[in-house]
């Protein structure tokens, strides 16, 4: 037992977190957590559902108290209480009690940096409107809470398409507002590749929500009728009674910069493998600190609970002599929108190209999330990323209604272990009839990558396909009636089964593009083509892909 001071600033999973698990491997610490909200210890991911009315009891979302924190783990926690400044010579946090004014000086031998991350909010024109809200805190819940249900708006503009985005356009509705979601990016859910965003987007407009693409907002404004306006770089104008700000956080780092702190090139606090600031006494863990991404390698600022929990452990391993490690981030995160899950974790194909990676190759899946036979199956879409030269998994994107955060799971964990696709080949999964398949779509990703890194086939990326339909030859396997579905233009259709009969009809002259519902048929026509000496490839996630891609054709 050490007896050494440990403070500890900004609480909720990061310092909250970090201070319970001092005290567990250290009685004789004296531990001070300081926080400048009224709550220490709130479940932030709930926030959404509590303005949405799904979580109605304010109550539920408060983890810990000071006086729990008291009298389970013998933890000083006071709140209303800013970090102002640090003195590294001296090793003094000053501190200023919030409720009264009082300043004080506070002395450490460690100190944790969890401040957080603040919701961005641009110097825009009107910014300070009423009925313009953000999203960080219980108040901030309770005060659109209040505003939902004193003013009863029916109708809402969310600028922000992201996961916050998303969960504040489902509550919103949920509440009965009329939602309009306005987005810069030409996508929601930016951080995913855009043929994976697509399956949200179509969930958001079949249930009413007004999607505003690549749109920049400029500005607000008051409204004739008395609400706000919205003003966008295009020159559109949307008019609603409240507006959630939902376009992305800004670590807070003033109390770093002023002491000193080395910063990265992201903006947040550079940390070490050990959490370890450049100062030796000070670690700093959360949404304030830069981390490595644990697949290519960049730093990368990731506000997301999990690795806060984990960063959290490290830190305070570290301060107790403990030897430790943070293995980096992968971003394994998870958004349900209007009963859609869309999930992802490790690289995504855009963040693969940012770092200069080029040697990956994807696979998209379409695979119940159980058995066809037993009722009630839903489609997972699911994306695989992998590296082309021996197999290893770098990536997934998935969404789906059921199933679909099980599989992603699995794979956050395969890349963990640095597993490879073979080992996704080989996974023993759970079956049975009503939960799963004695193939899961774990298990088929991974045997339609292995087919790709063994060279039993080869597949053409959605991206290729309208620069390769002028010149190569498209024959859709699917059985006729199948098509009215709807079919690639130009695609010849030979079903699978009168394929081999019809060989004849087939260039020997140009490259045939195969394509089925989701693949499958399409990789058995091109091993039976591959064998009659036919140049062949594989449209990549078959017309399912195909059709979240390119909605209105290839022209």
């Known amino acids: 037992m050490s007896g050494k001071r440990v403070v500890i600033v900004g609480g909720v999973a990061g310092g909250a977190t970090c201070a319970a698990r001092v005290r567990r491997l250290d009685e004789a610490a004296e531990i001070l957590v300081l926080d400048r909200g009224p709550y220490v210890s709130f479940a932030n991911c709930g926030l959404p559902y509590y303005v949405g009315d799904v979580i109605r009891d304010e109550n539920k979302l408060l983890l810990a108290t000071p006086e729990l924190f008291r009298s389970r783990f013998n933890i000083e926690v006071r709140t209303m209480h800013e970090a102002t400044a640090m003195d590294r010579a001296r090793q003094i946090v000053k501190v200023k009690n919030l409720a009264t004014g009082?300043?004080?000086?506070?002395?450490?031998?460690?100190?944790?940096?969890?401040?957080?991350?603040?919701?961005?909010?641009p110097a825009w024109p009107g910014i300070d409107l009423?009925?313009?809200?953000?999203?960080?805190?219980?108040?901030?819940?309770?005060?659109?809470?209040?505003?939902?249900?004193?003013?009863?708006?029916?109708?809402?503009?969310?600028?922000?398409?992201?996961?916050?985005?998303?969960?504040?356009?489902?509550n919103l509705q949920h509440r009965g507002l009329a939602v309009t979601l306005v987005e810069m990016?030409?996508?929601?859910?930016?951080?995913?590749?855009?043929?994976?965003?697509?399956?949200?987007?179509?969930?958001?407009?079949?249930?009413?929500?007004?999607?505003?693409?690549?749109?920049?907002?400029?500005?607000?404004?008051?409204?004739?009728?008395?609400?706000l306006l919205v003003r966008t770089q295009s020159g559109a104008a949307f008019e609603t009674e409240m507006v959630v700000l939902a376009i992305g956080v800004r670590p807070e780092t003033q109390l770093a910069r002023e002491a000193g702190l080395a910063l990265g090139e992201r903006g947040g606090i550079r940390v070490d493998e050990q959490m370890q600031?450049?100062?030796a006494r000070i670690w700093a863990v959360g949404d304030a600190v830069e981390v490595r991404n644990f697949v290519t390698g960049a730093w990368e600022l990731v506000p997301l609970a999990g690795p806060a929990n984990r960063q959290a452990r490290i830190a305070a391993d570290a301060i107790c002599?403990?030897?430790?490690?943070?293995?980096?981030?992968?971003?394994?995160?998870?958004?349900?929108?209007?009963?859609l899950t869309v999930a992802m974790t490790g690289a995504t194909e855009k963040a693969l190209r940012r770092a200069g990676i080029a040697d990956f190759e994807c696979v998209y899946l379409h695979n119940g999330h159980h058995v066809g036979y037993?009722?009630?199956?839903?489609?997972?879409?699911?994306?695989?990323?992998?590296?082309?030269?021996?197999?290893?998994?770098?990536?997934?994107?998935?969404?789906?209604?059921?199933?679909?955060?099980?599989?992603?799971?699995?794979?956050?964990?395969?890349?963990?272990?640095?597993a490879t696709v073979f080992d996704l080949e080989e996974s023993e999964l759970c079956y049975a009839p009503q939960y799963g398949g004695a193939k899961d779509p774990v298990n088929f990703a991974g045997m339609v990558a292995a087919n790709?890194?063994?060279?039993?086939?080869?597949?053409?990326?959605?991206?290729?396909?309208?620069?390769?339909?002028?010149?190569?030859?498209?024959?859709?396997?699917?059985?006729?009636q199948e098509l009215r579905g709807g079919a690639i233009e130009g695609a010849v259709n030979i079903p699978l089964g009168e394929l081999r009969t019809r060989l004849g009809e087939l260039p020997r002259d140009r490259e045939i593009v195969l394509s089925c519902q989701i693949g499958q048929r399409s990789y058995y026509a091109y091993r039976l083509l591959k064998h009659?000496?036919?140049?062949?490839?594989?449209?990549?996630?078959?017309?399912?892909?195909?059709?979240a891609i390119y909605p209105d054709g290839l022209e």
């Open 532 to 547: 009659h000496g036919f140049n062949a490839q594989v449209l990549s996630g078959g017309f399912n892909t195909y059709r």
């Open 452 to 480: 790709i890194v063994r060279g039993d086939v080869q597949m053409m990326p959605w991206s290729e396909l309208r620069s390769a339909a002028a010149s190569a030859f498209l024959v859709d396997v699917r059985d006729p």
């Open 321 to 339: 002599g403990r030897a430790t490690k943070f293995r980096g981030v992968q971003g394994t995160a998870v958004c349900g929108v209007l009963g």
């Open 374 to 418: 037993y009722p009630g199956a839903k489609a997972i879409h699911l994306k695989l990323l992998f590296r082309k030269s021996d197999g290893l998994v770098l990536g997934a994107q998935a969404a789906g209604e059921e199933g679909v955060e099980r599989r992603i799971d699995v794979i956050a964990q395969a890349i963990q272990m640095r």
């Open 277 to 279: 600031t450049s100062d």
């Open 102 to 121: 009082v300043e004080n000086e506070e002395p450490y031998d460690a100190l944790v940096l969890a401040p957080g991350a603040a919701p961005i909010r």
């Open 130 to 170: 009423p009925g313009i809200f953000t999203l960080r805190t219980v108040p901030d819940s309770a005060e659109m809470r209040r505003w939902i249900e004193t003013r009863k708006p029916k109708s809402a503009v969310v600028v922000g398409g992201g996961f916050i985005g998303l969960e504040m356009a489902e």
């Open 185 to 227: 990016a030409q996508q929601v859910m930016p951080p995913l590749d855009v043929e994976m965003a697509e399956y949200a987007q179509q969930r958001l407009e079949s249930h009413g929500v007004d999607l505003e693409l690549g749109q920049g907002v400029v500005g607000f404004e008051r409204g004739a009728s008395g609400g």
